[in-house]
């Protein structure tokens, strides 16, 4: 597996192709969900072959918003296919890489320690520092896509979110659930007092 090579090939790609408009889907995402990744699987013990599966799954997670939001996983997961064999990445080691990828569909779904470690890489930022300034972007994103209309829709958006989501790794419980815990308590504070 030529993963650096991947590497470059897929952020350069995102990087030209994304659409402008897309603040929160961004390489800068995908850059945080590679870190994200690496962090957690660090400290759930996967090294080797699952780790490089699992950073390429992160590489190519959202890679599929080059065509649109609408079932972005399904299409990531075909870019992966189109691509990655010419990086020397096998059949079976590809099939490993979509279920990661769907892993991160909502609801999240993951079916093995691989799968769970990128569903939480993906939404890590819910019980982070900078919660709200990524949400600030996503919120940009989703007012554009007319999801939201202003901030009361986006904090009732966020609350039904933050209190459906789980994380799956004892990691991430660990380091981010009482977090994530707490910017829900104060998104509810801010929509009862708005």
Request: charged share 25%.
């Amino acid at each position: 597996m030529q993963y650096e090579k991947v590497k470059t090939f897929i952020l350069d790609k995102l990087a030209q192709e994304l659409p402008q408009h897309l603040s929160y889907h961004s390489v800068g995402h995908v850059k945080d969900v590679c870190q994200a990744t690496e962090a957690i699987a660090g400290q759930e013990g996967i090294a080797g072959e699952g780790l490089t599966l699992l950073l390429t799954a992160a590489l190519f997670h959202d890679s599929g918003f080059l065509f649109g939001a609408a079932e972005h996983e399904k299409k990531s997961c075909e870019i992966a296919r189109q691509y990655l064999p010419g990086f020397g990445y096998t059949p079976e080691q590809i099939v490993k890489i979509e279920g990661m990828i769907m892993a991160t569909r909502i609801p999240q779904t993951p079916h093995n320690l691989l799968e769970e470690i990128l569903a939480d890489a993906d939404l890590d930022y819910l019980g982070r520092d900078d919660f709200f300034t990524i949400g600030n972007r996503l919120y940009d994103e989703l007012a554009m896509y007319g999801i939201v209309n202003d901030r009361n829709d986006w904090n009732r958006l966020q609350i039904r979110f933050l209190e459906n989501h789980h994380y799956f790794t004892q990691t991430a419980i660990r380091n981010r659930k009482a977090k994530k815990d707490e910017h829900l308590q104060y998104i509810k504070a801010q929509l009862d007092n708005g």
